[in-house]
């Protein structure tokens, strides 16, 4: 692989933020059953369209200081966060696998989890709109794009879907209250399709690694005491299946070296 110049990088950036912008849509429109693809950009608040000079990603929200044109009202700082985010993950996707079929496969995925992990943030579920759809699509560019086989693409999504049905089974008999949602158990079977059993283990960990971590620092923040906080569980798997993608075998390699020698 040829390292791309830090022109093609900044390019990628630009394309990343494009797309971060439809992203914010997404996360808007989802989860409140609106279309995605139409109407055009409005303000939430006074309803006026956006024309296409005020939607320049991130630039837009800097020119006019995080308030809307027509009313000021405040914007949310999620919109330049996600078009910022996203242009780093297209940085961070060309770097990894160069410009091929295969890093785009890995962008679609990247940016599927950003919507998933906005949602789940904002209104603390995982749409079936986003999970099930996407289980068919990523097990498909998995075999056709990632070279995988049927049978390693299907224990993927079995794995990841039966280990947190497995979970949310037993909590369910201990406390007879409803731990997991399930949301997680088929946004995991759709990481699944894409990475396999591998990624499935390593997101899991990694996912409750980071999810238990911030969830500490919320409490010691915040003096809970109640062990039955909940924490939205979509952005940590997203993040495990995301350092998995682009840093896992790296980061395999450190551990068990670290471990076994
Ligand atoms: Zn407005």
């Given at each position: 692989m040829t390292i791309p110049m830090p022109?093609?990088?900044?390019?990628?950036?630009?394309?990343?933020?494009c797309i971060g912008s439809f992203l914010n849509v997404c996360i808007y429109?989802?989860?409140?059953?609106?279309?995605?693809?139409?109407?055009?950009?409005?303000?939430?608040?006074?309803?006026?369209?956006l024309p296409y000079y005020t939607n320049i990603p991130v630039i837009s929200f800097l020119v006019l200081r995080g308030r809307c044109r027509f009313c000021g009202c405040p914007v949310s700082l999620q919109y330049p966060l996600v078009e910022c985010l996203t242009g780093i993950v297209a940085v961070i996707t060309c770097l990894a696998f160069g410009l091929t079929l295969e890093?785009?496969?890995?962008?679609?995925?990247?940016?599927?989890?950003?919507?998933?992990?906005?949602?789940?943030?904002?209104?603390?579920?995982?749409?079936?709109?986003?999970?099930?759809?996407?289980?068919?699509?990523?097990?498909?560019?998995?075999?056709?794009?990632?070279?995988?086989?049927?049978?390693?693409?299907?224990?993927?999504?079995?794995?990841?879907?039966?280990?947190?049905?497995?979970?949310?089974?037993?909590y369910y008999l201990i406390r007879r209250t409803d731990g997991m949602g399930?949301?997680?158990?088929?946004?995991?079977?759709?990481?699944?399709?894409?990475t396999g059993v591998p990624g499935v283990v390593f997101t899991l960990f990694a996912g409750s690694v980071l999810g238990t971590g911030?969830?500490?620092?919320?409490?010691?923040?915040?003096?809970?005491?109640d062990r039955q906080m909940q924490i939205p569980f979509g952005p940590y798997l997203s993040a495990g299946a995301l350092i998995y993608v682009f840093y896992g075998g790296p980061l395999i390699d450190w551990y068990f070296f670290r471990a076994f020698s």
């Open positions: 022109a093609a990088l900044a390019l990628c950036f630009v394309f990343g933020a429109r989802i989860p409140r059953n609106l279309s995605i693809v139409s109407p055009g950009s409005a303000c939430p608040a006074c309803k006026k369209r890093a785009l496969v890995w962008f679609a995925f990247a940016a599927t989890l950003i919507v998933v992990s906005g949602i789940d943030l904002a209104f603390w579920i995982i749409p079936d709109r986003i999970s099930l759809p996407g289980i068919a699509v990523f097990g498909f560019l998995a075999w056709a794009v990632l070279d995988r086989s049927p049978a390693a693409i299907g224990l993927g999504i079995l794995a990841g879907g039966g280990i947190l049905y497995a979970v949310a089974l037993v399930g949301g997680d158990i088929k946004l995991l079977a759709m990481i699944g399709a894409a911030v969830g500490i620092a919320q409490m010691i923040r915040r003096r809970h005491t």
